[in-house]
């Protein structure tokens, strides 16, 4: 492999400084003709109008280099003879300026071969200098001779633009749902509210286990309570009748003794009987 000099080496430097400033770090320049014809023929049909050099060279962003960019752009122009009719058609400016080249530069590249693939590519319209003159693409070169793509190719678009649409459709439903389950997950509590409410829930089912106990107990204790109160009803009823019995005959004694013995004297433990009552 042959080492390049130093002045070489400076130059492709500058190419590559040049390169990575407009297109990024760790971009690569291209001086192969035929990897360089090939881009320069993908910018072209991507940007569908006439482009003059300074306009291919940035939509490139620097790859190529102009020195490569203008040999390709010379090669692939399509070389016509000047007709000599008294007038200058575009096809013969194209055959003027390839002349012109050749007589300024003796470092230009050569012309492409019969069989180069990108050779009649391109046409040429002259400008007052290279930067006004503009490159467009030769219509007989591009496919289905300049009249957009072949029915197959548009069949195959139209088929995988459909199914294009239809991914589209089903993936901003399944965007959708994703957003509903989102929201729904936002609105729900999160784990440290949920534990508070579990928290919370577990007072409240101990509060009610400890009234449930004492429920139990209540109801654990009602027939004690029952007969508890049937054995007051019974005191009661006989402590009633006892007293019953004592203001009767306290009456009858009041009667008997026309007034010498007074019942509410009695009663009051201040009369000519002394009466033992357990009456609070």
């Known amino acids: 492999m042959t080492k390049l000099s130093k002045s070489s080496q400076s130059v492709q430097k500058k190419w590559l400084m040049d390169a990575e400033k407009r297109g ?32 291919i ?3 490139l962003k620097a790859v190529v280099p102009s020195p490569v960019l203008k040999s390709c ?9 000047y007709k000599g009719n008294g007038s200058t058609s575009y096809d013969d400016d194209n055959n003027l300026l390839m002349q012109s080249n050749r007589n300024s530069s003796k470092k230009s590249v050569s012309t492409s071969s019969v069989n180069d693939e990108f050779k009649d590519n391109l046409r040429l319209k002259l400008g007052r200098n290279s930067n006004t003159s503009l ?11 300049g009249n957009g793509r072949s029915p197959e190719v548009r069949d ?8 294009s649409k239809d991914e589209a459709m089903r993936n901003m439903q399944s965007i959708q749902s994703m957003i509903e389950m989102s929201n729904r997950l936002i609105s729900e509590p999160v784990n440290k509210e949920l534990e508070q409410l579990l928290q919370s829930h577990e007072n409240q089912i101990q509060d009610l286990s400890d009234k449930l106990v004492d429920a139990r107990k209540l109801k654990v204790n009602d027939s004690y309570r029952r007969r508890v109160i049937g054995n007051i009803e019974k005191v009661s009823k006989y402590w009633r009748k006892r007293k019953r019995l004592c203001v009767d005959f306290l009456n009858m004694m009041e009667e008997c003794t026309e007034g010498t013995v007074v019942v509410k ?10 009466i033992e009552s357990d009456e609070v």
Do not use: F, H, W
């Open 24 to 55: 990024g770090k760790g971009t690569k320049i291209v001086v192969v003709q035929s990897q360089a014809k090939e881009l320069i023929v993908k910018v072209l049909q991507d940007r569908y109008r006439p482009m003059n050099i300074t306009s």
């Open 135 to 145: 490159y467009y693409m030769n219509q007989s070169k591009l496919p289905n001779e």
């Open 73 to 81: 752009l010379d090669a692939m122009i399509v070389s016509n003879t």
């Open 156 to 163: 195959n678009l139209i088929t995988t633009l459909q199914t």
């Open 265 to 274: 004297k009695c009663l009051a433990g201040s009369g000519q009987i002394d």
């Open 57 to 59: 060279y940035e939509a």
